[in-house]
């Protein structure tokens, strides 16, 4: 449509959220004014996805110098992975402000703010760029979760807080050490993104460095065993801090790795792999059963999204072509049902006053269009065929196979659990008598029921057609690894010797 | 000639007006509102000067008449910029709060003058007798400043305290100064590095002495580790205000000056290197240990500040002698100095009439009564813990990225570790402002709208310094 449109997505609602907390605004106008900024943005980012090009090269770049001394520039750009983590975002915040009506001016600010830094790190081609937004992104859920959420809330958000700065932070050493090692090496200060794929590095510090950056995207997914902030921010948040946090923001710490780690530290990265995918499958297990035994259907989800995440992250560490491109896919999936369920879960929340599961029963004979949707959600999370969780987990177990035989099968088989929680708490909420909490329980609205339509029909499409999403992805994964090959085989070899199971696809 | 006097020219407004200030006040021909208005009039003009005399390069102002004895750099400048910067702030924020304290009078402007004065002197001298008096000139002001209530005992006792240590620092220096002075045969900065070029720096028992001892005054006057322990209780004691102007203006000088002096000789520099390590691992570790503990934010304050000076000796201990231009100490001081004026100043109108709101629970539910103060107090808290896009973070960028790029790598984690912890006792107050509901009520009456402004003005400034890039 115009330059820049890339920089409008981000700072627009940034502006908005700053402008909405700095004015004495009442509640009606801070919600509508979310309304019209996010649904702008929405009709950006649509006309940055039909625009999209797909070269898988970096598109809609813009580049303006910052500190010409230290090579920091103000540089923006989307591929076909940062894309559609950024058309998640774009899609799915519009809904919170039809549905949740009644919230503060703060609320909504705060919102407004979280989504226009989640665009940024996504777009930024720069670390430093990156690392500013990634750490602004959590200003808003910091004071959201401490402000509107439950009555557990101050340690929950002292916990996050603390646990993603300390990760960040060390994240920030690492982005320090990368720029002054390309200035040693190529006698040139820089910190874009796509320069650091040619840094050689290899040593002790590459690999603290290395960790530096995991160990802060670990925390952020988050992978096991970073995962304990999770249950306590996720039950105690309120439902769109939840909802941004499961839906957006962790997809934000998969996308991290991809970005940062994979092409920058591919020596590492092939070394510590195997590692990482089986904490990937062990959060998986670990959450997946937590969350059998949960009485509060809010810290279910919870667990069920850290499981979900597990598998995630696995499609990246898996080092292939199939099983990336089934994490990005996966990752639009699980924001559109886990997401979904999450803003489900807080109209329960708010129309029973109760979490509990026990307390509910027979929903779905008061409430049938509400059932049918969050039984479309629940389906696509545990990944049903015909829905958008099958081809992501398909494609990811398949690329998981091929990796290691073992992680494959234990990831494969893992998915049972999923179904295991999510069917069982399906029945005993929606099924069965009615409860006296659940007696009253008001279906959707006209405006619920159309506002959530078109994810529950975007759920169904991913799910039964899938080529025009995955078009767009392939070339920008295929070309992550036809830099990477090279070093990823030689690696690949050199490691073979020690983890003859360790098989590595040559493409 | 003309140049010259140019750039000589703030230091000249600065000392004539501290000079038209206290005769005034001693003929009582002002009040202590016009006082504030006189000195910060000072200031803004100097400050002025400073920002138009901005001819480029190293100049030895009147290499005649004053023997090389000062010299204007980019540094000295940008370094007099932030400590006449600093005195405004600090006279506006000093005009509202003595509105609901009674213990001033015109000479307390005339003081900060003089003060000032003397950090301008300190970031320009390169020779040790006119570091020692320009330190002096500083410092007799700022010891009446932090006991200008005569009558409150804690303040009594914090500037026996300061006076005491002070002295001990002031005779270390002259004792080094002599010390030197015994070895090279000069007192100039320049003649000292050609010694040690010639002669090298670990031959002389005598100069290696004697750069520790002033080491030590310098070290003591930036409340670095193991000279820290009056700090806490020294600023505690001191009137907001000053405590404000303390923690900025004369670390700056400090700085400056103490930066002028490693950068002498490579080889002076890397004797002291190691020391200077565990110096700077200790001021920021001790520093955070001691800030964690307190209750009182003036205090929680005070002991951040150790925490800073520990950030700013990694820079130190990663400046290169070679083409010296200290603009990362320069920058840091900067963005350090806008978050910390702010929150004194902030503070100079919250806390009341006798300071009466001063700990931690005294800000409960701030947020709720005062939402622009609390969300300009979270911005400078969130600056100082280095969180972007304010300017403490790119400070903090500039200082891990000069370290790490002069091999210090391990300082350069452990200033991020230290960081960390810092983010417990600054969340802590945000926390306490926003989260929690008022246990008590205090008047919220502002009695002048100076200090909000200011306060407001540095907010922006936190975002603005973010944003100006600085050349390494």
């Not at chain 1, 129309?351 to 959600?377: N, W």
């Not at chain 2, 501290?18 to 202590?32: C, D, G, R, V």
């Not at chain 2, 700090?231 to 700056?252: F, N």
Request: glycine share 8%; hydrophobic share 55%; proline share 3%.
């Amino acid at each position: 449509m115009f330059a820049h449109v890339l920089s409008v997505i981000i700072f627009l609602p940034i502006i908005a959220g700053l402008l909405l907390l700095a004015t004495p605004a009442s509640r009606n106008i801070a919600r509508f004014t979310g309304m019209i900024v996010s649904l702008a943005a929405l009709v950006l980012s649509l006309d940055l996805y039909m625009g999209f090009q797909s070269t898988g090269h970096l598109e809609f770049v813009e580049n303006i110098p910052w500190i010409a001394s230290l090579g920091v520039s103000y540089a923006l750009g989307v591929d076909g992975i940062s894309l559609f983590i950024l058309m998640a975002g774009s899609v799915l915040l519009p809904m919170v402000y039809f549905v949740f009506a009644t919230k503060e001016k703060g609320y909504y600010a705060n919102l407004l703010i979280v989504q226009g830094a989640m665009a940024g790190a996504v777009c930024a081609a720069d670390m430093i760029l990156f690392y500013i937004f990634w750490e602004v992104m959590l200003l808003p859920v910091f004071f959201m979760l401490g402000l509107y959420g439950g009555p557990k809330r101050l340690p929950a958000t002292l916990k996050i807080t603390l646990y993603t700065i300390a990760g960040s932070l060390l994240m920030l050493a690492a982005i320090v050490y990368l720029g002054v090692s390309y200035h040693a090496q190529f006698n040139e200060w820089s910190f874009a993104l796509d320069k650091m794929a040619q840094l050689n590095l290899s040593g002790r510090v590459a690999a603290v460095a290395f960790f530096g950056f995991m160990i802060a995207f670990a925390i952020k997914i988050p992978l096991f065993p970073f995962h304990t902030w999770l249950p306590d921010a996720y039950t105690e948040a309120p439902t769109a801090t939840t909802f941004v946090l499961s839906a957006i923001m962790a997809k934000i710490g998969v996308y991290g790795v991809i970005r940062f780690v994979v092409p920058v530290f591919d020596q590492e990265f092939a070394r510590f792999a195997v590692l990482l995918a089986y904490s990937g499958v062990i959060g998986m297990m670990y959450c997946g059963i937590a969350a059998i035994t949960q009485k509060d259907f809010k810290r279910m989800l919870a667990f069920s999204s850290a499981s979900h995440m597990g598998i995630i992250a696995l499609g990246v560490f898996c080092m292939n072509v199939q099983a990336l491109t089934g994490s990005i896919y996966q990752i639009v999936a699980h924001a559109t049902s886990t997401g979904v369920l999450f803003l489900f879960a807080g109209i329960l929340e708010e129309r029973t006053q109760t979490r509990t599961i026990s307390d509910l029963g027979g929903i779905a004979a008061k409430a049938p269009v509400f059932a049918l949707y969050f039984a479309i959600a629940m389906l696509a999370s545990v990944g049903l065929p015909g829905t958008s969780g099958f081809i992501g987990e398909f494609m990811i177990i398949l690329g998981a196979v091929k990796f290691n035989t073992a992680v494959g099968v234990l990831a494969g088989t893992t998915l049972i659990i999923g179904v295991c929680y999510m069917l069982w708490m399906f029945q005993r909420v929606f099924f069965e008598k009615a409860t006296p909490k659940s007696e009253n329980f008001k279906d959707f609205s006209l405006i619920e029921g159309l506002a959530f339509l078109p994810v529950i029909i975007l759920i169904i499409v991913m799910g039964v057609y899938p080529q025009p999403f995955l078009s767009k992805i392939t070339p920008s994964t295929a070309l992550q690894f036809a830099s990477a090959a090279p070093v990823v085989a030689q690696a690949a070899s050199a490691t073979n010797a020690h983890l003859p199971e360790l098989t590595i696809e040559q493409k | 000639m003309t140049n010259d006097l140019m750039l000589l020219m703030p230091l000249i407004i600065v000392g004539a007006g501290a000079i038209l200030l206290m005769l005034s006040s001693a003929y009582q021909k002002l009040t202590h509102e016009m006082a504030a208005y006189g000195s910060a009039l000072v200031f803004a003009v100097a400050f002025l000067v400073q920002l138009s005399a901005c001819i480029t390069g190293n100049a030895v102002l009147f290499s005649g008449a004053f023997n090389g004895l000062l010299v204007a750099s980019s540094f000295s400048k940008a370094a007099g910029l932030i400590i006449l910067a600093c005195g405004f702030f600090t006279a506006m924020s000093s005009h509202t709060y003595f509105k609901q304290n009674d213990f001033c009078s015109p000479e307390y402007y005339s003081l900060m003058v003089f003060a000032a004065s003397g950090m301008l002197l300190l970031t320009m001298a390169q020779e040790l007798i006119t570091v020692f008096i320009a330190l002096e000139i500083m410092s007799l002001a700022i010891y009446i400043l932090v006991g200008y209530d005569r009558k409150n005992v804690i303040s009594t006792e914090a500037v026996l305290k300061y006076l005491m240590l002070g002295a001990f620092a002031g005779a270390f220096l002259t004792m080094g100064a002599a010390f030197v002075y015994g070895a090279t045969g000069s007192t100039k900065f320049v003649k000292i590095a050609q010694y040690v070029a010639a002669h090298g720096f670990m031959q002389t028992p005598a100069l290696i002495g004697g750069s520790f001892f002033i080491l030590v005054a310098f070290l003591f006057k930036a409340a670095a580790f193991p000279f820290h322990a009056w700090v806490v209780d020294v600023y505690d004691g001191a009137s907001v205000p000053v405590t404000g102007y303390m923690a900025t203006g004369l670390k700056t000088a400090i700085f400056a000056v103490f930066a002028n002096f490693l950068v002498l000789d490579a080889s002076l520099q890397s004797g002291w290197i190691t020391y200077l390590f565990y110096i700077a691992v200790f001021t920021m570790f001790v520093g955070n240990l001691i800030a964690i503990g307190q209750q009182s934010l003036k205090r929680m304050l005070a002991a951040s500040g150790i925490v800073h000076t520990g950030y700013l000796l990694i820079a130190l201990v990663a400046v290169s002698t070679k083409d010296f231009t200290g603009s990362v100490i320069a920058y840091y001081l900067a963005a350090y100095a806008a978050s910390t004026l702010g929150i004194f100043c902030a503070l100079s109108y919250l806390g009341g009439a006798g300071e009466k709101r001063s700990t931690f629970d005294d800000f409960k539910g701030l947020a709720k009564s005062r939402p622009y103060s609390a969300a300009a107090v979270s911005v400078f808290l969130l600056s100082m813990a280095g969180i972007p896009p304010t300017a403490g973070f790119m400070g903090k960028f500039y200082i891990i990225t000069s370290a790490i790029e002069a091999g210090q790598v391990t300082l350069a984690v452990l200033g991020i570790v230290s960081s960390i912890i810092s983010m417990w006792y600054y969340l802590r107050l945000i926390i306490n402002m926003y989260f929690c509901e008022a246990e008590e009520q205090f008047g919220e009456a502002v009695p002048s709208n100076l200090a909000p402004i200011c306060t407001f003005v540095l907010v922006v400034c936190v975002f603005a310094i973010s944003l100006y890039p600085v050349v390494i």
